[in-house]
Every structure is written in C-alpha cells, then in structure tokens.
C-alpha cells in the first residue's frame, strides 16, 4: 500500500525559505523509473505542478518557478524535499507530493496535502 | 493560467449523463501524448480517476469513462450520483513549455 505525507510550516514569511518534506511508504525510490513529485493548489483554483524527482536523481523543474525550487531525496530515509526561496504571499496553497510510477506517467497516489500561509 | 481548458462548471440530475471537456493545443494533446483525469471530492486531495485516456484504476466505478480525439479530451460521467460531486481536472504533457505535468483548468459537478 503506498502512502505519501507532506510536512513542514503552516505559517511563512514574505522572502522566507519554504522547506517541505514528504514521507513516503509502499515503495522505494530506488526502483527504475519511479518519482515523486509536488503540486500545489492556491485556495479555490486549479493544481499546479512544481517539481519532480525520479529514481535516478533526474530533476525536473516547472519552467516558470524553476529559480526558486530545489528538490532533492533520501532514498534511506524515503523522503523527498522540496525548497522554495523567496516566498510571498501569492504562493498560499495546499501542497501536495504524488507518486509516478514513470516518466510522464500519470500520479497514482497523492498524499493528503499540507497548507501553507505565506503572510507577515 | 493553464494550456489545458475545462468549462468551469457542469450540472446534472442523478441518473443522468454530463461530460467533461477538456480542450489542449498540437502541443499537448494533439501531440499525441495522454490525458488523465483527476478527482477532487470537497476539502480532500485529488485521486487519479482516469489514465492513458481511457483506463480506470482498479476500484474506479465504470460510469467513469474517457476518451481522446484530436487536440481535446473528454471525461463522462454516466448515471451521475450525489457522490460524484466534486472537481475535475485533465492533465497531460507539453512539449512547447517542457512542463512535466500540466493541468486544466478545472470543472466543478454538481448534481442536482
């Protein structure tokens, strides 16, 4: 059965860092061609795609925030971490992580979403 | 603002039959590469609903149907149910923007 959780701050300054992790069960990104990836979905509008990260440390990024984002894993740990700098309010949103069993493949599973406020 | 478009809404009587359209560019869908369908229920995150198209993952009711043809994709819903309430949204790929996922823009059902 697989499982993915998100964590980290609810609550984010303007020009702050966001760090957020999630926790994955039920698989290992050690196996070829899967990934994880982040979503996220301002308040009342559509999902947006952020970042991916595959089995094989192959990263990709959404062109229009790639400056901002790092993603990175801990393949021991399951874990996927992603990082936006420069944070600002027009980035409040649930964030979600979600499984891909391949490469632009569809995300199978999604974890249950972590809210983040960005306000000072 | 996504490349792929969804009517913002659609509404129907339980029992009854409403599509879902959701309408790309020769970029992404019309470049041949597949659409999946995500569900949203209130306050929940999505769940894949529909993928490569036309394929339901185990546990998807077969009242869930999808298709492709040209530049646009559709999702039906056949004998609607109260249940079935809830966002929608398509996804596929785009070559001209070298964005890994992109979503539609979204459809709330709601069932009268």
């Known amino acids: 059965q697989i499982t993915l959780k998100e964590s980290g701050p609810t609550l984010v300054k303007p020009t702050q860092t966001l760090t957020l992790t999630c926790t994955f069960s039920g698989f290992s990104l050690s196996t070829s061609g899967v990934g994880v990836g982040w979503i996220r979905q301002p308040p009342g509008k559509a999902l947006e795609w952020l970042a991916l990260?595959?089995?094989?440390?192959?990263?990709r990024y959404s062109p229009s925030l790639k400056s901002r984002l790092t993603i990175t894993k801990d393949t021991s740990k399951n874990q996927v971490v992603l990082t936006m700098t420069n944070m600002d309010p027009v980035d409040t949103a649930t964030y979600y992580c979600?499984?891909?069993?391949?490469?632009?493949?569809?995300?199978?599973?999604w974890g249950q979403g972590t809210l983040v406020t960005v306000s000072s | 603002q996504s490349v792929l478009t969804q009517p913002p809404s659609v509404s129907g009587a339980p029992g009854q039959r409403v599509t879902i359209s959701c309408t790309g560019s020769s970029s992404n869908i019309g470049a041949g590469y597949d659409v999946h369908w995500y569900q949203q229920l209130p306050g929940t995150a999505p769940k894949l609903l529909i993928y490569g198209n036309s394929n339901r993952p185990s546990g998807v009711p077969d009242r869930f149907s999808g298709s492709k043809s040209g530049t646009s994709a559709s999702l039906a819903i056949t004998g609607l149910q109260a249940e079935d309430e809830a966002d929608y949204y398509c996804?596929?790929?785009?070559?001209?923007?070298?964005?890994?996922?992109?979503f539609g823009t979204g459809t709330k059902v709601t069932v009268l």
């Open positions: 979600a499984h891909t069993r391949g490469y632009r493949e569809w995300l199978g599973y």
């Open positions: 990260i595959y089995w094989d440390d192959d990263k």
């Open positions: 996804q596929s790929y785009d070559s001209s923007l070298s964005v890994l996922y992109v």
